[in-house]
């Protein structure tokens, strides 16, 4: 799981502001996700992508967006329309989808 | 769709004993199934996963244990050490469309207690 980074480590966003979480891997894997974790609970799946150029819609999609233009990256910008950001991003990848997922080591947003 | 209990939420033992935590999920076609450790502020790590088509696994002083049936499966730490304090994951895998979604628990908070 060292070969995933995430940037930055903290991020603050405005009312009203996008901001883009960045995920980069160099484990050569197919598939890469975003989950969201909120304090107390388990990890959300936002959006998750099989292959470079294609992604779906995980369980809490709204608000935010994806693009796999390259395999090594996986970036999601969170929007304006989510009204409730704040929390901890995790970014991970895998093989291929039915195999072991490995974590980023998150993006903490904060909205000021 | 698939969902994943997680209990006990908090888990408190003292040094050199075991701990148990139990999950249980709802897709009878689940055949993954991951334990996910997570310290504070840092990222979950995977510490042992078990497949349908076993019903034990050990690594050292982790064992998972799978039953089927019952549709449940729990992870099991000996000796335990003040460093297993963290929260503990577990996830169910099924297949969906070609895609294999982890649905996680909520998560059990061990202290283990020196």
């Known amino acids: 799981d060292g070969g995933i980074t995430q940037s930055p480590k903290y991020l603050f966003r405005k009312e009203g502001q996008n901001v883009t979480l960045s995920c980069e891997q160099n484990?050569?894997?197919?598939?890469m996700y975003w989950y969201r974790q909120d304090p107390g609970q388990g990890l959300r799946l936002i959006y998750y992508?099989?292959?470079?150029?294609?992604?779906q819609k995980g369980d809490i999609a709204e608000g935010y967006s994806v693009s796999r233009e390259k395999k090594e990256s996986f970036p999601l910008t969170v929007t304006s329309a989510q009204k409730n950001p704040t929390a901890f991003y995790l970014c991970?990848?895998?093989?291929?989808?039915?195999?072991?997922?490995?974590f980023g080591p998150g993006t903490r947003l904060l909205v000021l | 769709g698939e969902n994943v209990e997680q209990h006990p939420s908090t888990l408190s033992v003292q040094e050199g004993d075991s701990a148990v935590i139990k999950c249980t999920y709802s897709?009878?076609?689940?055949?993954?199934f991951p334990w996910y450790k997570q310290e504070l502020g840092k990222r979950p790590q995977l510490i042992i996963d078990i497949r349908s088509n076993v019903g034990e696994k050990k690594d050292q002083r982790i064992a998972v244990t799978l039953n089927k049936t019952a549709k449940h499966f729990s992870l099991h730490i000996t000796e335990t050490q003040p460093e297993d304090s963290a929260v503990y994951f577990c996830?169910?895998?099924?297949?969906?469309?070609?895609?294999?979604?982890?649905?996680f628990g909520t998560g059990t908070r061990l202290l283990v207690s020196p």
């Open positions: 897709d009878s076609a689940s055949n993954y």
């Open positions: 996830a169910a895998s099924s297949p969906n469309t070609g895609f294999q979604k982890l649905v």
């Open positions: 992508s099989q292959i470079v150029n294609d992604f």
């Open positions: 991970a990848s895998s093989i291929v989808s039915w195999e072991t997922q490995y």
């Open positions: 484990l050569n894997h197919d598939a």
